[in-house]
């Protein structure tokens, strides 16, 4: 079956970085845009960064953009989100999700088909 598990999450200090990792099992992510999700307490969830098959297009949601990188590595079948100078508004529960075997990378939630169950990232000092 589909399965989508996130890690990499934790405390870090503002100005700091993590690496989140999304292993995928059950298909292969060549077929599929791939997506980086996150839920802040109190908030609603919103997209974060989105990478297409090939790897040769990406999206960045403003607040992130310049911080973020996504990337991915299909022969590993996992999909990398590398975050640098964290703020403490990043802190939120990330969510991996594959979306739609196409070429572009939608930003609505309702487009990705699964998720994986997230992974805390707290931003504090």
């Known amino acids: 079956q589909v399965q989508l598990v996130e890690s990499g999450g934790g405390l870090v200090q503002p100005g700091g970085s993590l690496t989140l990792s999304c292993a995928a099992s059950?298909?292969?992510?060549?077929?599929?845009?791939m997506g980086w999700f996150r839920r802040a307490p109190g908030k609603e969830r919103e997209f974060v960064s989105g990478?297409?098959?090939?790897?040769?297009?990406?999206r960045y949601a403003d607040s992130v953009k310049g911080r973020f990188t996504i990337s991915r590595d299909n022969a590993k079948n996992t999909v990398y989100l590398q975050m640098n100078s964290l703020k403490p508004e990043d802190t939120a529960v990330y969510f991996c999700?594959?979306?739609?075997?196409?070429?572009?990378?939608?930003?609505?939630?309702?487009?990705?088909?699964?998720w994986g169950q997230g992974t805390q990232v707290t931003v504090s000092s």
């Open positions: 990478i297409i098959q090939s790897g040769g297009s990406t």
């Open positions: 059950g298909f292969t992510i060549s077929g599929y845009t």
């Open positions: 999700a594959r979306g739609p075997g196409s070429y572009y990378v939608p930003a609505a939630s309702s487009t990705y088909n699964y």
